[in-house]
């Protein structure tokens, strides 16, 4: 496990692609290209270019203005979009052409609510994430407050898999394909299921709780097994180690600003101008965390209130996600 000494420095960050319009979600890939949510607009993907030219795909002729939070790339180029507007949501698919077409709108009779997020595994199955069923969300940033639920698509179809969660946000398939792990932001935990015969989950287990000022959003994995979680509002990044001790590698926020979102949540009043007004010196409310390069030693993070993707160099390389060498047109 990496060591204090090497927890990285606000000044070793890198920053690429001005001008991007909440990259909540960014994924890599082994050509050297990033993949970001793009909400401006229609809403799309944009592509970061190793060359550091951005190009966009938006969505076109969308029966409504698509507002992507979570995607997920698959064979081919497409991508899956995690709808979160304000009181509908589902997955869509785009192409590179800008069509889109819904690929879950509901489950098990009801629309589903707002989107957060979508993980597509090895094994070709479809993850999604919905943190609340309350609308508007702000309702569900309370610790008291657990009705985000998991569902599962697969060649069986669509169902829900695990309910009653504290905020469900990313989540994502160990390497090995025997867990599904996920992080509850405002239960401030991260959760871990094994995967059972046709993509059952069983018992929730607990793998990481977090304390004053770290709201769980993204994870990744990385080559040595460990878990690495990014905070919103604090601008933590968190190294769960496979026997569960963190070190905070990264953090960005200040004191006061935290002390007044930190009262806010433990009296139930934690509201949008809590996340909206992050004060920082050089991160943005950071929610996503992907590693690429050659070596995948370089860490992207996406954010939800900057317009740039910062990185820094890991003391631990990536896992090669799911979608690594997929062929992209």
């Known amino acids: ?31 050297g290209r990033l993949f970001v949510s793009d909400c401006e607009g229609h809403g799309g993907v944009s592509i970061l270019h190793p060359s550091g030219a951005v190009e966009r795909i938006q969505a076109r002729d969308a029966p ?35 069509e889109v077409e819904p690929v879950l709108l509901d489950v098990e009779g009801r629309a589903l609510p707002p989107t957060n997020y979508v993980h597509r595994d090895a094994q070709d199955r479809i993850w999604i994430a919905i943190s609340t069923r309350l609308v508007p969300r702000h309702l569900a940033y309370r610790h008291d407050t657990a009705d985000g639920f998991l569902v599962l698509m697969d060649s069986r179809g669509a169902r829900i898999v ?40 069983g018992s929730r287990e607990t793998v990481a709780t977090f304390g004053a000022g770290t709201f769980p959003d993204g994870l ?51 509201g949008r101008p809590h996340l909206d007004g992050v004060k920082s010196r050089r991160l943005r409310s950071i929610s ?28 631990v ?3 090669p996600p799911a979608h690594w060498n997929h062929r992209v047109d």
């Open 288 to 315: 996503s965390l992907a590693f690429g390069g050659p070596d995948l030693r370089t860490a992207y993070l996406g954010c939800l209130l900057g317009d740039a993707i910062a990185s820094f160099r890991s003391p």
């Open 317 to 319: 390389p990536g896992a």
């Open 220 to 270: 990744t994995f990385d080559a040595e097994g460990g878990l690495w979680v990014t905070s919103i509002v604090s601008n933590r990044v968190i190294r769960v180690a496979p026997d569960g001790a963190q070190q905070v590698m990264l953090e960005d926020c200040d004191d006061a600003h935290l002390a007044w979102v930190e009262q806010a949540y433990l009296a139930g009043e934690m």
């Open 1 to 31: 496990m990496p060591n204090a000494s090497r927890m990285i420095s606000l000044e070793q960050l890198n920053f690429l692609g001005g001008g991007l319009n909440r990259p909540e979600c960014v994924l890599a890939h082994e050509s």
């Open 64 to 98: 409504r203005p698509l507002h992507p939070n979570g995607i997920a790339l698959e064979p081919g180029g497409t991508f899956l979009l995690a709808d979160l507007g304000t009181e509908e949501g589902g997955v869509w698919r785009l192409a590179p052409s800008g």
């Open 162 to 201: 695990a309910d009653k969660l504290g905020y469900t946000n990313e989540c994502v398939v160990s390497p090995d394909g025997g867990h599904l792990y996920v992080n509850e932001t405002f239960a401030r935990r991260l959760s871990r299921f094994a995967i059972g015969a046709g993509g059952a989950l």
